[in-house]
């Protein structure tokens, strides 16, 4: 059967694939009302197509083997835009998934565009036209239809002849060493980690002080928190503009609660109130010199603006001629760092991106390279240190 539904059965499947270099894995989750995203399939599938499902909401399945697998140094993992698939194994083991290799990430290095997604890749590589119209199903509900099912082991069998292309592609162009470099981030532990006291930093707030912005981390780590035991999205405990006006006004009761908005009287005045009003006077009450200080947006000399402006073209010069995403060479910030600091501490002047950009962008600045139209396409000159 595609479809494994007992644990002897998933231990079998874990052990025939441990025995090959690689395997393609993919997973269907649902995470719309829920603040961990709910596994509903895994796909797995050897160098030689061999695909099978394992369904983790099987009553009394042990997947155990699967995770085994995952761990195993002698296999490698292949997966697609694979962030939320290491994610969801990290929350479950407490491990990063390793070895692995993102197709969307090679992809991305060998030319194929910035995120480029599983349909185009497979199209481009193999001439296929995948059949989406599961793709926005509800993988939850059971029993699977055999489309459904179809659907998903497509996603696995296809990668295989995805990572066959694109591992040749890497290696002729000396560039799987780029991928490694980016993948690396995906092992760190710290990618996958979520503390409740830095949630606050993904919040916007107006004109942020240092007592607002104590109000909001500790605000923001009981929303955490609260939505993780509840196993709920963290809007519906309470949004982001409620939390953003509670830390500008910090109330101390339940009537100054009831005039935030998107808080009700009800809620002011019940359990939820007096939880948000002693997190509150918890961050009101703690050490001054604890208070997180706020950042103040680096100003951009007017005389850099036109140093950008040039740098965003040579991004593109550099994109086309080296056949690269410009997305994963250097981000909009990366630009207006480098046109202010020579060694900013930007991805885009380490590793892989200064041979491609960093190192021409500071020539650029420096008047030792320059651009301009020659037979009327964008044209790089080698002007020397004069």
């Given at each position: 059967?595609?479809?494994?539904?007992?644990?002897?059965?998933?231990?079998?499947?874990?052990?025939?694939l441990s025995?090959?270099?690689?395997?393609?894995?993919?997973?269907?989750?649902?995470?719309?009302?829920?603040?961990?995203?709910?596994?509903?399939?895994?796909?797995?599938?050897?160098?030689?197509?061999?695909?099978?499902?394992?369904?983790?909401?099987?009553?009394?399945?042990?997947?155990?083997?699967?995770?085994?697998?995952?761990?195993?140094?002698?296999?490698?993992?292949?997966?697609?835009?694979?962030?939320?698939?290491?994610?969801?194994?990290y929350n479950?083991?407490?491990?990063?998934?390793?070895?692995?290799?993102?197709?969307?990430?090679?992809?991305?290095?060998?030319?194929?565009?910035?995120?480029?997604?599983?349909?185009?890749?497979?199209?481009?590589?193999?001439?296929?036209?995948?059949?989406?119209?599961?793709?926005?199903?509800?993988?939850?509900?059971?029993?699977?239809?055999?489309?459904?099912?179809?659907?998903?082991?497509?996603?696995?069998?296809?990668?295989?002849d995805v990572?066959?292309?694109?591992?040749?592609?890497?290696?002729?162009?000396?560039?799987?060493?780029?991928?490694?470099?980016?993948?690396?981030?995906?092992?760190?532990?710290?990618?996958?980690?979520?503390?409740?006291?830095?949630?606050?930093?993904?919040?916007?707030?107006?004109?942020?002080?240092?007592?607002?912005?104590?109000?909001?981390?500790?605000?923001?780590?009981?929303?955490?928190?609260?939505?993780?035991?509840?196993?709920?999205?963290?809007?519906?405990?309470?949004?982001?503009?409620?939390?953003?006006?509670?830390?500008?006004?910090?109330?101390?009761?339940?009537?100054?609660?009831?005039?935030?908005?998107?808080?009700?009287?009800?809620?002011?005045?019940?359990?939820?109130?007096?939880?948000?009003?002693?997190?509150?006077?918890?961050?009101?009450?703690?050490?001054?010199?604890?208070?997180?200080?706020?950042?103040?947006?680096?100003?951009?000399?007017?005389?850099?603006?036109?140093?950008?402006?040039?740098?965003?073209?040579?991004?593109?010069?550099?994109?086309?001629?080296?056949?690269?995403?410009?997305?994963?060479?250097?981000?909009?910030?990366?630009?207006?760092?480098?046109?202010?600091?020579?060694?900013?501490?930007?991805?885009?002047?380490?590793?892989?991106?200064?041979?491609?950009?960093?190192?021409?962008?500071?020539?650029?600045?420096?008047?030792?390279?320059?651009?301009?139209?020659?037979?009327?396409?964008?044209?790089?000159?080698?002007?020397?240190?004069?």
């Open positions: 059967m595609p479809v494994i539904t007992k644990s002897e059965d998933v231990k079998a499947f874990c052990e025939e025995a090959h270099e690689y395997i393609t894995i993919d997973t269907e989750f649902l995470r719309e009302k829920t603040y961990f995203p709910k596994l509903c399939l895994v796909q797995l599938s050897s160098p030689d197509k061999r695909a099978k499902a394992i369904d983790p909401l099987a009553e009394g399945i042990n997947l155990e083997p699967l995770f085994d697998l995952l761990e195993n140094k002698n296999v490698l993992k292949i997966f697609h835009s694979g962030r939320q698939d290491l994610e969801i194994f479950l083991t407490g491990k990063v998934v390793a070895p692995f290799f993102d197709t969307q990430i090679a992809a991305m290095v060998c030319g194929y565009g910035d995120s480029v997604g599983y349909e185009n890749i497979v199209r481009n590589v193999t001439g296929v036209q995948v059949d989406k119209s599961s793709q926005f199903t509800n993988w939850s509900l059971r029993p699977l239809s055999d489309k459904q099912i179809t659907y998903a082991l497509g996603d696995v069998t296809h990668l295989c990572y066959l292309s694109l591992k040749a592609e890497l290696e002729q162009r000396g560039r799987t060493s780029w991928v490694a470099q980016e993948d690396k981030i995906l092992t760190n532990p710290d990618t996958y980690a979520n503390d409740p006291y830095k949630a606050w930093e993904r919040i916007k707030i107006r004109s942020p002080k240092p007592k607002s912005l104590a109000v909001l981390r500790e605000l923001a780590a009981w929303r955490e928190m609260t939505a993780q035991k509840r196993d709920i999205p963290k809007p519906w405990v309470i949004r982001d503009d409620a939390l953003s006006d509670m830390a500008n006004q910090a109330p101390r009761d339940a009537k100054q609660l009831a005039k935030i908005r998107n808080v009700s009287k009800e809620m002011a005045e019940g359990r939820t109130g007096k939880q948000l009003l002693e997190t509150i006077a918890k961050a009101i009450n703690s050490p001054k010199d604890s208070w997180p200080i706020p950042k103040k947006k680096q100003q951009i000399p007017p005389t850099a603006l036109a140093i950008i402006d040039i740098l965003k073209m040579l991004l593109k010069v550099q994109s086309a001629e080296h056949d690269v995403a410009a997305k994963i060479i250097a981000s909009a910030a990366d630009i207006e760092a480098i046109a202010i600091n020579d060694k900013a501490d930007v991805p885009a002047l380490s590793g892989w991106r200064k041979e491609v950009f960093g190192a021409e962008a500071i020539a650029v600045k420096h008047g030792r390279l320059a651009i301009g139209l020659k037979d009327g396409k964008i044209t790089k000159f080698d002007i020397g240190d004069e």
